[in-house]
């Protein structure tokens, strides 16, 4: 992945969800193509991901805020005077039915689909004094009903059904909203499934690659979204899952 339309040098990037999982792994491929990287995660501080398998926070500039809040967003602070990719990987699952009753759903709603709005608009701005795109981590889940997780599904249809819209609203600003939907990457959302044994071997058998995805590989598709070579994919959602919708 190299020359000059994967050349983020003097770029800022802002990944939400940027402290774990794929969004780190967005985040420190943004940093290995030359831009400055600030990430949004849930703890204090940038030490407390420390040792913590899929974080690696080095080089990367850090803010801790709670996307469960529309307040805490609008409060969040914004370390950078320009911005020109706005990614927004934050997302939680809730098991044992809680998605069910209105608390977890309400949870899992703000974070995966309500914060992707309020952290959007509150960088339209940066965006598009920057000429930037917006990249928005959705989920084969949008497509297919996810057995006991109702939330996670319909707040991750939701995100692109909201990609589409802001796709389209902010054309004419010169940002290009788009997405991509992962199927199952090893991170802690899905160790549950992917560090299970026979979870996994199930899991792996719908796949038509016969394997998970890497997050390198999830990185290298918010690179190609962020880049010159997408200049125009407007309001798109890319499945990236080893063939599992097929
Ligand atoms: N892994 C997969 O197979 C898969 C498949 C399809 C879609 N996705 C999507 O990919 C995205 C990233 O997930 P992941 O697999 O990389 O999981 P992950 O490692 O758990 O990362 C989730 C990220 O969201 C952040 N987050 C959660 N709640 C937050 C809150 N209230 N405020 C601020 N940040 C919050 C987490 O912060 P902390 O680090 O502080 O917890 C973390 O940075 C999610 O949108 C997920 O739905 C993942």
Redesign the pocket.
């Known amino acids: 992945m190299t020359g000059p339309a994967m050349d983020f040098t003097g770029k800022t990037v802002l990944v939400?969800?940027?402290?774990?999982?794929?969004?780190?792994g967005i985040a420190q491929g943004f940093r290995a193509a030359g831009a400055a990287v600030h990430v949004?995660?849930?703890?204090a501080s940038a030490t407390d991901?420390a040792g913590e398998d899929?974080?690696d926070l080095h080089g990367l500039g850090y803010s801790q805020?709670?996307?469960?809040s529309a307040q805490a967003i609008a409060d969040a602070p914004a370390p950078f005077d320009r911005l020109d990719v706005l990614v927004l990987?934050?997302?939680?699952?809730l098991y044992k039915r809680q998605e069910f009753e209105a608390p977890g759903w309400d949870r899992v709603m703000a974070?995966?689909l309500d914060?992707v709005m309020h952290v959007a608009q509150r960088f339209h701005g940066m965006l598009k004094a920057a000429g930037g795109s917006a990249i928005v981590?959705?989920?084969?889940?949008a497509y297919r009903a996810t057995m006991g997780n109702p939330a996670?599904a319909a707040s991750?249809a939701a995100a692109v059904a909201l990609v589409r819209t802001l796709g389209q609203a902010w054309a004419a600003d010169g940002i290009r909203v788009n997405g991509f939907?992962?199927?199952?990457?090893?991170?802690?959302?899905?160790r549950v499934t992917t560090r299970h044994p026979e979870r996994s071997e199930k899991a792996l058998a719908k796949i038509p690659l016969g394997r998970f995805?890497t997050i390198e590989e999830m990185a290298g598709v918010a690179l190609f979204l962020a880049s010159p070579l997408a200049g125009y994919v407007v309001g798109q959602t890319i499945v990236v899952d080893g063939g599992l919708t097929l």
């Open positions: 939400v969800g940027g402290s774990s999982g794929i969004g780190n949004w995660g849930t703890r991901y899929g974080s805020v709670d996307v469960s990987s934050q997302g939680i699952v974070v995966n914060s981590v959705s989920s084969v889940a996670y991750k939907a992962p199927s199952i990457v090893d991170t802690k959302l899905t995805g």
